[in-house]
């Protein structure tokens, strides 16, 4: 339902209502296309996820501009309302609109792109063929330590740093530091978080403990997924 359409409120509005008289539970998913912040109050009343981009794929400028849309919707996500940053355009893609291949994004820019969907909690959805899934991408897909994530209450993570490098997420004892720039950087994770306390950080993607106080390398559009 596009909210810029005269009967668009109505049509959410009706819908929301017919599910509360229907005694099931059953979630409310807008593709509003994309959706608007000043309309943040109407979505979070009536439904429980809504899209807040247009449809996205396998492109860094999308995935890039996907941060900005991110910072813009992080205070509206709570339990039982999602802003939805649309399917993961990962593994074999196309069917059904052309010729069949494989995703576009590198594999930095496919945990990248996994690590923002999880810590800002977006909706998880493939957007891919499911017969054709490759065990590197099940494993980006189906990594527990990062899936928990989604554990943590509604909300919690923020946007705590941006600038043309470097990209900061935090929820609890978790931080996502991104490297959304063309080029490999080092950053040192004791001064960027300020935790200048706590000697080790694990990274959930590799296994690895990581010494914050030393500079840690992070790859053109690649990232870390700490628990501090």
């Not at 991110?70 to 593994?91: F, K, T």
């Not at 929820?171 to 530091?177: P, V």
């Not at 720039?181 to 306390?197: A, K, R, T, W």
């Amino acid at each position: 339902c596009r909210m810029d359409m005269p009967t668009a409120k109505e049509e959410i509005r009706m819908l929301s209502e017919a599910i509360e008289k229907c005694g099931r539970p059953i979630v409310l998913s807008l593709s509003p296309g994309p959706a608007k912040i000043e309309e943040a109050w109407y979505y979070e009343t009536h439904a429980n996820m809504w899209r807040i981009t247009d449809d996205f794929w396998d492109d860094w400028k999308l995935l890039k501009n996907m941060f900005e849309r991110c910072e813009l919707w992080q205070n509206q996500v709570s339990r039982g309302n999602y802003p939805d940053c649309d399917m993961l355009p990962i593994g074999k893609l196309g069917k059904g609109f052309g010729e069949e291949r494989d995703t576009r994004f590198t594999k930095d820019e496919q945990r990248t792109m996994m690590t923002l969907w999880c810590i800002f909690q977006s909706p998880l959805m493939l957007g891919a063929e499911l017969t054709k899934l490759d065990e590197e991408t099940l494993s980006l897909l189906c990594n527990q330590k990062v899936l928990a994530l989604f554990e943590l209450p509604a909300g919690q993570a923020k946007e705590i740093i941006r600038d043309d490098t470097v990209i900061v997420w935090k929820t609890g004892d978790y931080a996502a530091i991104f490297n959304v720039s063309g080029f490999d950087c080092m950053v040192n994770i004791s001064e960027l978080l300020e935790i200048q306390e706590k000697e080790f950080a694990n990274d959930l993607w590799t296994g690895e403990k990581i010494q914050t106080n030393q500079k840690t390398a992070i790859s053109a559009h690649g990232c870390v997924l700490l628990e501090i």
